[in-house]
């Protein structure tokens, strides 16, 4: 990770270490870069944040300045902005969005021209603009000068092609989505309801600061009592720009990334569709499902947290599913990214090509019990290497022993260390997290 850019992107409060002046020098070099030789072409979508109708205006005159043409898809999804930039031959693509974080957050989410991650030399290269180590990016002047254009005509697209990926008739379901009150406030219901769903929607009413406020993926409760208060007979839940998924079975039950991994997975290798046997997952995936996986007889690869990771395995094996226990599922044969929407139209397949409700398909896998703590802190390297949080670090691994395990990461996108252990049963894990944490304390190290 960069001085800026983490493995999501350029995160952080708005206008506070997120500015409209860095928003208007990452439009200016990306401006610039892609220009050398041709007239640079980038699309923008954003969120429902306040903030990010400010980070547009501010991005659009960055890159205009610099002589880009700038396509505006205005309120949509990541996996839109990557459909779009990788299908009609946009240079890049850019998303204005912090994902599952308050409202008060930000984020400039960069894409390359095949809707991909944007290499991190592109980004180390923007980071060094930012902190004046390169020279500054020439003005367009008169006609070189960039417009801006609406394209709300590219996100209707998407939601086109999200419609055609789906194989069955949707007549007869009941089925819940949450919207987080964001990206997919409009969107998801128009694809449930284009394909003939009883659609029944929460949490669409964005205002500028409800935006994953005790709603979507993050929140799954409010689905689940959702789903078993109106007899539905399955729900989706998604986060603030609609790169993650958590389903809710037709018991009210919560379907995470891993259980849908295993469900997909299997439905592929039944079909002859799994294509090198394999399914992808970070190193956050919960044991059951590797143990489920194996007994299915399908190969489990294991990267670094973060979706990016995952795709980079994906795209170098020739992988075909892949994805982390938060919902981030990447199906590479029609997208490049996490994909909510997606994600609950190939999990729609599954159940109604099998004929089987949501939770008989996920009853193989028994997940381990997990207790997972994210904790702010004011330095996450410094909390990482503190000798007493790695001593009891190691005693909390002597207390596990080989049934379990626990891990310490740092987020990529906040000032958060995550503290996960797992075990065979919830009281143990509950006793090394605490014991971690009471190490941080201690140690005066969270960021209360």
Not at 288 to 293: E, T
Not at 414 to 426: F, H, Q, S, Y
Request: net charge neutral.
């Amino acid at each position: 990770m960069g001085k800026y850019f983490g493995t999501d992107g350029f995160r952080g409060e708005a206008n506070v270490n997120l500015t409209v002046e860095h928003a208007f020098k990452v439009g200016r070099y990306l401006g610039y870069y892609y220009g050398r030789g041709h007239r640079a072409k980038v699309v923008i979508g954003k969120d429902t944040r306040l903030s990010s109708y400010m980070f547009e205006y501010a991005l659009a005159a960055g890159l205009t300045s610099s002589g880009a043409d700038v396509y505006l898809l205005h309120v949509t999804t990541t996996p839109s902005v990557a459909y779009v930039t990788r299908s009609e031959g946009f240079d890049c693509g850019i998303m204005i969005s912090a994902s599952h974080n308050p409202y008060y957050d930000n984020g400039i989410k960069l894409l390359n021209g095949n809707g991909e991650k944007m290499a991190d030399e592109v980004t180390d290269q923007i980071e060094k603009y930012l902190d004046g180590e390169l020279p500054e990016a020439p003005y367009a002047l008169r006609d070189k000068i960039g417009r801006t254009i609406d394209y709300a005509a590219g996100r209707n697209r998407y939601i086109g092609y999200l419609i055609s990926l789906a194989t069955h008739s949707y007549k007869g379901m009941k089925v819940g989505l949450d919207c987080a009150n964001g990206s997919t406030w409009m969107i998801a219901k128009s694809v449930f309801d284009a394909l003939g769903a009883e659609t029944h929607v929460i949490h669409n009413q964005p205002n500028g600061t409800n935006i994953n406020n005790n709603c979507g993926s993050t929140h799954i409760e409010q689905l689940q009592a959702f789903v078993k208060e109106k007899g539905l007979d399955v729900g989706f839940a998604f986060d603030g720009d609609a790169d993650r998924c958590l389903a809710v079975d037709e018991q009210g039950n919560l379907i995470d990334g891993d259980l849908i991994l295993y469900i997909y997975g299997v439905y592929m290798k039944k079909r002859d569709k799994l294509t090198t046997n394999t399914v992808v997952s970070t190193v956050m995936s919960n044991f059951g499902l590797g143990i489920a996986l194996e007994k299915a007889g399908i190969d489990q690869v294991q990267t670094k947290v973060g979706d990016r990771f995952v795709y980079e395995c994906m795209r170098a094996g020739g992988h075909l599913l892949g994805g982390e226990q938060s919902g981030h599922i990447i199906f590479s044969k029609y997208a490049t990214t996490g994909d909510g929407v997606l994600t609950a139209i190939k999990l729609m397949q599954a159940i109604l090509d099998q004929k089987q409700p949501l939770s008989k398909l996920a009853e193989p896998v028994t997940l381990f019990p997990q207790v997972l703590k994210n904790v702010r802190v004011t330095d996450k390297e410094a909390a990482l290497a503190h000798p007493d949080v790695q001593e009891a670090l190691t005693k909390a691994k002597e207390m596990i022993g080989g049934a379990g395990r626990v891990l310490l990461r740092k987020s990529g996108t906040e000032p958060v260390i995550r503290v996960l252990a797992e075990a065979e049963n919830e009281a143990l894990c509950q006793k090394c997290v605490d014991h971690i944490l009471q190490a941080m304390k201690k140690a005066e190290l969270i960021n209360a």
